[in-house]
């Protein structure tokens, strides 16, 4: 059989290596290239129980003399089986034997004669009125094998299988021959134009093999669906393929060999994502798990090097890419017969390589690739304009950016469809959507260098235009897709864009609007991306069954990655394993929904318009309130004051001088420190600019960038008066302009009902006083305090709690005091949805290498017999806030660091309030550094006795910072709490 297997996979690699020029067939033929290994030369039938071998006299004499290459030998023996079961009528036995003989003629590649026995074995049980049956199949499968290899028959391979599929289909079969006949259908299918019907067939396969427990064919068509759709969610493929790395068997050959497949995946994955080192160990292990086996194959030889030279040449190591680009070529010209890829596709590997090092070799690269793909019939578009593309770098790399520009004008217009003008048409209507995005971000970028050398309005309008178009395609690759770090990725890139165009040219050039609608959406991308995403897939789930099941599964998957969290999280390692069968297959299903979803979108040819973010000029923004937004590029410090009165942007060229100025002010403010003269120098970088602007509000919402969004900015001295912002301005903090819109839409309830809670941890009467922080554990305690609960008791935030009672009670307001053991995870979950204000007195836990685990120590919740409920430990990560249900206008985290994280360059800080924005909680009041659980008190109780006599939620913070500083309090003590909302 295992022959039998390697011959049938080896043609079909073939085939598919003759589609197209892409790492996914290349991938895919590889896996079925190193299932079975060259050289192994063990026969035997397919599907042997099935088939009844066993009891066919004589079989097992023809078999060995097969194997034995005693082919004579092999065909009398089975002639001779086969005429004494025709003589005794035994006619299912005699058509297994026929169809033996006809494998083993296909094998040794007696195309003609195994033909002719397959044809003669199919007349004879069609005459017999006998096709209900397996030989029947298998006969039409070998066929559809021949079809490929033999140009002796004029039907094509989908005929037989079509044929075999409705013969299995009216038997109402799911044997491993039904199951490998859907799987052979969908493999067909997926690499055509109808790979919905492939991706169809592989999951009804899939479905059938998870019932007999075919864990090898579960595995391949996992892998094929994945590798399929990864394009434009290269994280989610990713982790499923570490899934299934991590998931397989390793006990048989076959399981080294498929590891080997699984190594090289996730290393082209890692490089896809821009991870070169990783990809670099991964490929590493490939090689030497190949090593290892005793048939390694050729064809692998030649993908390894060439792709880990490509790793190499990112990370600017000449020596190596030279070693492994040599490697790779050398073993490319080694193998005969069928290439694991086109040799246009090698040419155009080396040339990339080649780009960090000698543009001369790129070039020269890129002519040889370019003169194979010019003499195909029908070339590929994405991979002419891709070769267009590195040329273009190429030629800029030589300092030659008018002839670049020509180039890359070609590549857009060949992948936007509108020919071959030298005048780019700037579309998006396309069905390259990703590949177009990226080419857009570059074409900006060559547009801009031809401004610099010779500055002119074409150049410049084309590098905005180019912007604006990768604007357009993000924002709708974002709307689809369910792959949260391929948005961050999507973000980053779009910052980087919007940097280089703003360190380029003179501010003057461009309209305040314009710079204003850069710099509000390269913030916060992602998060914004998330919500807009979320809420159009709410909209359309009502009348629109593919979005409610998108829905769904985006809901189990945060589901099973939060179990599988809080499992890390306790050390239970079996259940998190248990979990990741389940999160794989969800995973799956997302990936093809989100295909399907992708696939019939309709596209329009519009750019986003300049008007979405700045048009709440007129009718969101109140009188008397400013936005001051500071955007942070390589050069720069972007200041753009927006008001009623229109958009006023200034620049600051000393970026290290104010980054000093920050970091300086942050030391003196956090250590209790005269921080006098570092707030003096802060304000006059960053508030003198806008001074006229802040001398007519009453209402200032920063909207800050790396580090400054750990900036209390109400403690700086206002430019107009000198003193702090906060005596005579509301101040609060948004993520960027965009949510602050969306933030603002959600209007404050009249009677604003309150679910407060305070697990206190231990003995409150004890240590009233002493000064306790609350929490900011850091990671590699977080499993021990999880598992253990060894958190520090906090007496002050039970009286914080039932003042909170007394208040609202005085008023007879609707709220809720959870208290001490009370104090659950489930308990705040079930009541969320009850209460416009939510209160959490916490420890916290911040992780900047680990955001997902960062969250809220609450009380465990017990058994009836006293032991802990393991599935409510206590602990709240950042995943089931973003899940939370809930209609709360604020949530109020009195915790330490609540509002810090790590800060991702495009996205901003990755903290506990961007998960509940994301809950659709408009506005949090979280702390940007550790505070002591005696002061929180304090400031928590008068925030709330403001809040309810009707100011909104920053006027009622400002007075309560106003208070808390007539009290003599440090801004250590009262600036740490900040809004972030309206």
């Known amino acids: 059989m295992q022959i039998m297997i390697r011959g049938l996979c080896t043609k079909i690699a073939a085939k598919l290596l003759s589609l197209r020029v892409c790492k996914l067939n290349l991938v895919f033929a590889l896996f079925l290239l190193l299932v079975i290994p060259e050289g192994f030369s063990q026969y035997g039938p397919l599907y042997w129980d099935l088939r009844g071998y066993d009891s066919i006299p004589d079989y097992r004499k023809a078999m060995n003399a097969f194997n034995q290459k005693d082919y004579p030998m092999a065909f009398a023996f089975l002639d001779s089986i086969g005429n004494e079961l025709y003589a005794t009528n035994d006619y299912r036995k005699y058509y297994v034997v026929r169809n033996e003989k006809g494998v083993m003629k296909y094998i040794i590649q007696d195309f003609e004669e195994s033909s002719r026995v397959f044809d003669s074995n199919l007349e004879m049980m069609i005459s017999n009125h006998d096709t209900l049956n397996y030989e029947f199949a298998i006969a039409l499968r070998i066929k559809s094998y021949l079809a490929i290899n033999w140009d002796g028959i004029s039907q094509s391979r989908i005929h037989f299988l079509e044929r075999q599929y409705q013969v299995l289909k009216q038997m109402g079969d799911d044997s491993p021959i039904y199951i490998d006949c859907l799987g052979d259908l969908g493999l067909l299918y997926i690499n055509s134009p109808e790979t919905e019907l492939g991706i169809n067939y592989l999951l009804e396969s899939k479905k059938l093999a998870v019932k007999h427990g075919l864990t090898n064919t579960i595995l391949i068509n996992d892998h094929t669906i994945t590798n399929k759709l990864s394009v434009e969610q290269p994280y989610l493929a990713l982790e ?41 160990e991964f490929f590493n292990q490939a090689e030497i798990v190949q090593k290892a086996t005793a048939y390694p194959h050729l064809n692998f030889k030649a993908a390894v090097p060439l792709e880990t030279s490509a790793c190499y040449s990112k990370l600017g190591d000449y020596t190596n890419f030279l070693l492994f680009s040599g490697l790779g070529l050398q073993a490319y010209e080694q193998i005969s017969g069928n290439r694991p890829f086109p040799r246009s596709y090698l040419y155009a590997k080396v040339a990339e390589g080649f780009l960090p090092f000698n543009a001369d070799s790129t070039l020269f690269y890129l002519e040889k690739a370019r003169t194979i793909i010019d003499s195909q019939e029908n070339p590929e578009v994405d991979n002419l304009s891709r070769i267009l593309e590195f040329k273009s770098r190429a030629l800029m790399k030589k300092g030659l950016a008018p002839q670049a520009l020509v180039t890359v004008k070609e590549a857009v217009n060949l992948l936007n469809g509108a020919g071959t003008d030298e005048t780019v048409s700037f579309i998006c209507n396309t069905s390259y959507e990703d590949g177009l995005r990226k080419l857009y971000l570059w074409s900006s970028e060559v547009y801009l260098e031809n401004y610099l050398l010779k500055p002119d309005n074409e150049s410049l309008e084309g590098a905005i235009k180019s912007a604006f178009c990768c604007d357009t395609l993000t924002r709708r690759l974002a709307r689809k897709i369910s792959d949260a770090n391929a948005l961050l990725d999507y973000s980053k890139a779009y910052k980087t864009m ?252 009249s009677e604003p009902g309150i679910l407060a809670i305070a697990p206190v941890y231990g003995n409150s009467q004890n240590g009233l006083n002493s000064v306790s922080p609350r929490g900011n554990h850091s990671l590699k305690h977080a499993a021990n305090d999880v598992e253990g609960f060894n958190l520090v008791s906090l007496p002050y935030s039970e009286i914080e709690a039932k003042g909170i009672d007394s208040l609202y009670k005085s008023r007879s307001i609707d709220h809720k005091i959870l208290l001490n053991e009370k104090a659950t995870k489930s308990n705040l979950i079930n009541n969320a949805g009850d209460y416009n204000i939510i209160h959490i007195a916490s420890h916290g836990l911040v992780s900047r290498d680990n955001p997902e685990l960062s969250g809220l120590f609450l009380s465990q919740a017990l058994m009836p017999d006293g032991t802990v409920d393991l599935t409510d430990n206590g602990f709240l990560h950042i995943g089931e806030l973003t899940g939370l249900k809930t209609n709360a206008s604020l949530v109020v985290l009195s915790a330490c660091s609540s509002a810090s994280g790590s800060i991702i360059d495009g996205e901003g800080v990755m903290a506990l309030p961007r998960a509940l924005i994301f809950a659709g909680v408009p506005n949090v009041v979280a702390s940007l550094w550790n505070v002591n659980d005696t002061n929180t008190s304090d400031l928590m109780l008068l925030f709330y006795r403001h809040l309810l006599d009707g100011v909104s939620y920053a006027e009622a913070l400002r007075q309560a910072k106003l208070d808390c500083i007539s009290r003599g309090f440090l801004p250590l003590n009262w600036a740490g709490f900040v809004l972030i909302g309206d």
């Open 498 to 749: 919007v940097s280089k165009i703003l360190d380029n040219v003179e501010l003057a050039e461009l309209s305040p609007e314009v710079i204003l609608h850069f710099v509000a959406t390269a913030k916060a991308y992602q998060l914004m991306s998330e919500i807009d995403r979320f809420a159009y897939a709410h909209a359309a789930a009502g009348h629109d069954s593919l979005w409610k099941n998108k829905l769904f599964l985006d809901e189990r998957a945060r589901v099973l990655n939060n179990q599988k969290t809080t499992a890390l999280l306790l050390k239970n390692n079996a259940l998190s394993d248990s979990l990741e069968v389940e999160i794989r297959n969800c995973l799956i299903e997302t990936i093809v929904v989100n295909h399907s979803i992708i696939k019939r979108q309709t596209i329009l040819n519009e750019y986003i318009d300049l008007d979405l973010d700045i048009s709440i000029q007129n009718d969101k923004t109140e009188k008397q309130q400013l936005f001051i937004d500071v955007f942070h590029t390589d050069k720069k410090i972007i200041l753009s004051g927006f008001d009623q009165h229109g958009t006023s942007v200034a620049e600051i060229h000393d970026t290290r001088q104010f980054d000093e100025a920050i970091l300086a002010f942050h030391r003196d403010i956090k250590t209790g420190s005269d921080h006098a003269a570092s707030a003096d120098r802060l304000s006059q970088l960053l508030l003198s600019p806008m001074a006229d602007k802040i001398a007519r509000a009453e209402k200032i919402t920063f909207i800050p960038d790396n580090t400054l969004l750990y900036v209390p900015m109400e403690v700086l001295p206002d430019p107009n008066t000198g003193r702090m912002l906060i005596e005579n301005h509301i101040v609060s903090y948004n993520y960027s302009l965009p949510l602050w819109k969306k933030s603002a839409l959600k209007k404050l309830e």
């Open 240 to 280: 499923i393929f570490e899934n299934q790395l991590k998931t397989s068997s390793q006990s048989y050959y076959r399981d080294s060999a498929t590891r080997v497949v699984l190594l090289y995946t996730i290393a082209d994955k890692y490089q896809k994502i821009g991870n070169y080192q990783k990809a670099i």
